[in-house]
């Protein structure tokens, strides 16, 4: 009898708590599928005043990258209509615009300017000329390093390093007895993770994913190299199991004061000089992502876009939250409030005229990261695909999480560096053939 | 003749047990610890145990980000809903299997698990197109239905181990004082297998509570459940571990209270007719 009453009571204070959801009443509310990272987060703490003014409301759901991806997909492919805009990002875009899944952006206002947008963003965001999605940020890659280990060392780090210089600082860096690591870089599987980074470092090897008639180009001399080299780097001067370090566990690292150089996102510069979340955030410089003289760099080109899947009920609202998000206006607002390190960089050209962001110290950095990636010709050698880090192809996500999986498992030692080039040969040839492009 | 058990032998043993449990229970103290830290104290090495700057302003931050009372009552219904109906399905499909069994009653047993091994995302596609037909997209309903069929396998199976324990003499005797079938099911057989009963309801509902597969997919808004909610606060770029711990602490508690309470009833059904 006394179990019975308990579990009633529990059971009552439970149906308490679901009582109090309460029902929205707005008139016309959109859903946005999002990614869950701060200015997408800071984005979110501003609806209540886009709502003030235009009297639409709108629901949020967050989620993790690659569950959104794989949830938008979904709903993109089945029509299923559970989003009015989605944040995707370039490597979705131009294949979803291609297919005709999203809304094109060709009749956006006068006053949001679109021309103001970057070239290497817009370029990344549309398909055949059209724009489908609008960059709410954007990234590159670039190198961040303690100042103090490098003085310490008695380097001086140019603004443009080749890799033979940042292989040198790494070793000068590394004091094992102090568990600091000359250099941290992703070697986590998945083609977003370590794939990214790989792929984005090779394009300055001068290798290449395919060659003009989609053959695979791992059994090259180029891929070699890459893979080669960044091994034997990483074994040398970089942490222990970076095997499985993706973006999270190097920033961990670097903030923690474990790293003497990081490659990695440009967004990461705000975390790395943020004072309450690092003691080293005062000693942190930026430089170029290396190269090796060939005429490319190993820095890749993204954005995070706003995007109205055709066929939404909603699209007119839909447009008015796309350009109030992605605006010059909305940039300002953020400012206004929380300074201009904290707004979202790499979409605007005016925001890097403007004299107050210039002050900001990685925001050159950045612009000049992000306008050195070429999408269009990210290689050295000519290539059928658009895409710095990734090939813009369906096929592309699948392949290279597997290919990434092999180079990983040679990091960790399970295999040599050639096992793992031949089997990434063999597998993306198989795939390549499977989805009639040979 | 009973073999005396020494003091010492009894400490030893509630040591070790109390080790074990401490070693299982450590991963969700780590995360209700560091759900109290700032962001730099979360990632801090070496890690910090207790003696870091306590703060609640992650569970302020979760609160005043995300609609928690909404995933909430959203899992209470899906979790609750799809244990309940699975029961009402699952015990006359047990009794049959157990008191009537025919020639086939093993295999079609082995069928309903065997639906188990298929990996849910082997069907996404058809399932999501199905909901979107029916209309039934980001639906309760439609989640308490699918969740239910999932664990189904799971609770007839777990019925039918319990029922097996219960000697038939018993229900045949009740149908000789002129019992009809309902009420052989609902007077007769259910009243002596409510331990099993309970167990098999608590053990489900938790399983409801914690997939996280068809629950992320299938819902956006309003039938999001709790799962969702944490999924929202995993992110791949930037520091966010004090926050997701907040929010995994939030999502868990409901059930870590439910489960504190009915431990007794749960070990109780689980070892049901285990030492005879």
Known sequence: MKMVSRALMGATALCAISGMALADGHATTITIATVNNGDMIRMQGYTDQFTEDTGISVEWVTLEENVLRQRVTTDITTNGGQFDIMTIGMYETPIWGANGWLVPLDGLSEEYNVDDILPAMAGGLSHDGTLYAAPFYGESSMVMYRTDLMEAAGLEMPDAPTWEFIAEAAAAMTDRENDVNGICLRGKPGWGEGGAFITAMSNSFGARWFDEDWNAQFDTEEWANTLNFYNDMMQASGPAGFATNGFTENLNLFNQGLCGMWIDATVAASFVTNPDDSEYADSVGFALAPDNGLGRRSNWLWAWALAIPAGTQQEEAAMTFLEWATSTDYIEMVAANEGWANVPPGARISLYENPDYQAVPFAQMTLDSILSADPNNPTVDPVPYVGVQFAAIPEFAGIATEVSQEFSAAYAGQQTIEEALATAQAITNEAMEAAGYR | MARAVTNQRKALNTVIAWSIGFLIFFPILWTILTSFKTEADAIANPPIFLGFDWT?????????????????????????????????????????????????????????????????????????????????????????????????????????????????????????????????????????????????????????????????????????????????????EGLFFAKLSAASTMAIAPILILGWFSQKQLVRGLTFGAVK
């Open chain 2, 56 to 236: 609640l302003e992650n569970y302020a931050e979760v609160m005043d980000r995300s609609n928690y009372a909404r995933f909430l009552s959203n899992s209470i219904l899906i979790a609750g809903g799809s244990t309940i109906l699975g029961i009402i399905i699952a015990i006359p499909a047990a009794w049959s299997m157990a008191f009537v069994p025919s020639r086939r009653t093993k295999d079609i047993l082995l069928w309903m698990l065997s639906t188990k091994m298929l990996p849910a995302v082997g069907v996404l596609y058809p399932i999501y197109l199905l909901c979107i037909q029916l209309g039934v997209l980001d639906n309760r309903f439609a989640l308490v239905v699918i969740l239910m069929l999932i664990n189904l396998p799971i609770i007839v199976w777990m019925l039918y181990t319990y029922f097996r324990e219960i000697p038939g003499e018993i229900l045949e005797a009740s149908r000789m004082d002129g019992a009809s079938l309902k009420e052989e099911i609902l007077y007769v057989l259910t009243p002596m297998a409510v331990p099993g009963i309970a167990s098999t309801l608590l053990l489900n509902f938790i399983l409801a509570w914690n997939e996280a597969f068809w629950t992320l997919n299938l819902t956006s808004v309003d039938a999001a459940p709790l799962t969702a909610f944490i999924a929202s606060y995993s992110s791949p």
